[in-house]
């Protein structure tokens, strides 16, 4: 199931502060890590779907490297962000 407009502006908020912060770590963390869970469990009904699965490869890789420079940045929200969203780091 695709994410909402309502389900993406609420992430939007809880993440970014307020409704127009769309291109700060977190949020973008926030966002992937909800297409990821999409794509997963779409791919666990449909199992040779092997287009979806290169492109939530392709999307773990693009939140990993966000991670990456989030840590690099701003070390507490790092912590927060990972706490929040369930991430093994």
């Known amino acids: 199931m695709a994410t909402t ?4 502006s609420e992430i939007i908020t809880k993440y970014g502060k307020s409704a127009k912060n769309t291109g700060s770590a977190s ?4 966002l992937l890590t909800e297409r990821i869970a999409d794509i997963s469990s779409h791919l666990k009904v449909q199992k040779k779907d092997y287009s979806s699965q290169l492109g939530l490869m392709k999307l773990v890789g693009q939140r990993r490297r966000l991670l990456g420079f ?6 507490p929200e790092y912590a927060n962000v990972i ?3 369930n991430l093994r780091k």
């Open 27 to 30: 949020v973008q963390i926030a």
């Open 83 to 85: 706490k929040q969203l």
């Open 70 to 75: 989030l840590k690099k940045r701003d070390l």
């Open 5 to 8: 407009k309502q389900k993406k």
